[in-house]
């Protein structure tokens, strides 16, 4: 009989465990959660070619330029690298948001990082963690998310726990 005691706690140990990491990492419910992509300029980038890139994406492209215009939020006449992955951005979520779409001949990639900065506030698009894209955007405004942590392990690790305690004290009252 202690035996199969002891089976039974280890198996619920480990798929508590298991379950624990699988919600950790964001995984466990059918493809996993979106994430936020924003198409920003390389940092080794020239800015010859960023301001070609501007300028197409400005012009032909049909990026909403106007922010980063004289007067606009996200207007930084010293930061080129600034300017460049507001307009690029922009064009990318206008256009399926796709690998192609940021591209501007080398000088873009996408990031999850949030490029929002001072009053520029730079929507991003959503991805799915299989690569597909929603279509989905975070509007200017939002909060942007602290990418540095992962503030939402805790309350997972939690449950984990008393989960565990909840367990060896059904067990101890039978």
Not at 25 to 41: F, I, K, P, T, Y
Not at 61 to 85: E, F, V
Request: glycine share 14%; proline share 5%; with cysteine.
């Amino acid at each position: 009989m202690g035996s199969s005691i002891l089976w039974w706690i280890l198996n619920f140990c480990l798929f508590s465990l298991t379950s624990t990491f699988a919600a950790a990492q964001g995984g466990g419910g059918g493809g996993g959660g979106a994430r936020e992509l924003w198409c920003v300029s390389m940092n080794n980038a020239e800015d010859a070619a960023l301001q070609s890139a501007i300028d197409w994406a400005c012009g032909p492209g049909g990026a909403d330029c106007g922010p980063i215009q004289n007067g606009g939020p996200c207007y930084d006449p010293s930061d080129l690298g600034r300017t460049a992955s507001y307009a690029f951005n922009d064009y990318y979520r206008k256009h399926s948001s796709s690998d192609d779409s940021c591209s501007f001949s080398n000088t873009a990639a996408l990031t999850s990082i949030n490029p929002s900065h001072g009053n520029c506030k730079i929507p991003s698009s959503l991805s799915t963690s299989n690569g597909n894209s929603s279509g989905g955007s975070v509007l200017p405004g939002s909060e942007s998310a602290d990418l540095s942590s992962n503030g939402s392990i805790a309350p997972h690790w939690s449950w984990g726990l008393i989960n565990s305690y909840l367990f060896f004290v059904i067990l101890l009252l039978f």
